[in-house]
């Protein structure tokens, strides 16, 4: 008689699909590959404790999303301590939709922004969420995730652009 648990009903399945994806959108939130996978497992563990319930909503990986997003902030309010910068031997995390040309700027700009405006724009540029799935995730109104939305854009554009490029626009 094996010492296993019973049929995992789908988690090891959900786990092994979502894995990937997952760490993307938890190294956009944390900027560290390390964070992020230590992220991802925090996450599935407190999925993984209410998986009977998750597995039949409609999308579990929105309810995984929201554990990361929450956690993610608990983390930073735990630690209180300055980010650390990337170091140039940190490579990006695997991306199967190809490079980005200006991937450290974007993630080195992310940074600077507030926990939820970070949360709001890596939701919905890299995440693909809608405002309403956000709003959800994140505990608060469509109006909230869109004005987080144009501050955080507008703050990456001011970071991203040189002078005379705003001055064109």
Same mark, same amino acid.
Request: with cysteine.
């Given at each position: ?56 909503? =409609? %999308?579990?990986? @929105? ?5 990361? *997003?929450? +956690?993610?902030? #608990?983390?930073?309010? !735990? ?51 809608? =405002? %309403?799935?956000? @709003? ?5 109104? *469509?109006? +909230?995730?869109? #004005?987080?939305?144009? !501050? ?18």
């Amino acid at each position: 008689m094996s010492s296993q648990a019973p049929a995992d009903d789908g988690f090891r399945a959900f786990v092994e699909q979502q894995w990937g994806p997952l760490v993307r959108l938890a190294y956009l939130l944390t900027g560290d590959r390390g964070h992020a996978e230590d992220l991802v497992q925090a996450a599935l563990e407190k999925t993984h404790r209410r998986w009977g319930r998750v597995a039949r909503m =409609e %999308a579990p990986v @929105a309810y995984v999303r929201k554990a990361m *997003v929450n +956690t993610a902030t #608990s983390w930073r309010r !735990r630690r209180r301590v300055s980010e650390v910068p990337l170091l140039a031997t940190d490579g990006p995390v695997p991306d199967p939709y190809g490079s980005v040309e200006h991937r450290q700027q974007v993630v080195a700009a992310l940074r600077t922004l507030p926990p939820r405006m970070r949360a709001v724009l890596v939701l919905r540029y890299f995440g693909d969420l809608s =405002e %309403a799935e956000i @709003a959800e995730a994140l505990g608060c109104s *469509v109006g +909230t995730v869109k #004005s987080q939305n144009s !501050r955080g854009l507008e703050r990456l554009r001011a970071q991203l652009t040189t002078p005379l490029e705003r001055t064109r626009a």
